[in-house]
């Protein structure tokens, strides 16, 4: 029985440019499809969050470029913390699967893996 599930995972870029953005983008939402076995029906939605400094490209644009044509998407800016990890782009998923909470393979790339470095080992890239 397909339950509903939210995905996460962060990449970041180099600079505050629009190809960049958009690939970053692209590379993290295809790999956390590929890790937890998802296509187009079995998304609900997926929103993108970017850090104030990168304001060039909608990173949702990676998702349309990745043939998502039927899922909804939005975009939003992340609060700026003090001391937060700049330059980063957030994902997060919402879909049906038959993966457990525990199964669920949540995806920080690069740089982004500061963020939950609790799940190193569970689909963290180092």
């Not at 296509?39 to 939605?45: D, F, G, K, Q, V």
């Not at 043939?67 to 782009?89: F, H, K, W």
């Not at 049906?96 to 669920?104: A, G, N, P």
């Amino acid at each position: 029985m397909a339950l509903v599930r939210a995905i996460r995972g962060a990449a970041t870029v180099g600079e505050n440019d629009a190809k960049q953005i958009v690939e970053a983008a692209k590379g993290l939402l295809s790999e956390m499809m590929h890790r937890n076995n998802l296509c187009e029906e079995n998304l609900i939605s997926i929103l993108f969050t970017v850090t104030t400094d990168l304001d060039q490209a909608f990173p949702a644009r990676a998702a349309r470029e990745l043939g998502l044509t039927q899922t909804p998407l939005m975009c939003a800016t992340e609060i700026a913390v003090p001391g937060s990890l700049s330059r980063c782009i957030r994902v997060m998923i919402h879909c049906y699967t038959d993966l457990s909470k525990e199964e669920i393979q949540h995806v920080y790339l690069g740089e982004a893996a500061s963020l939950r470095p609790d799940l190193a080992g569970s689909g963290v890239d180092d």
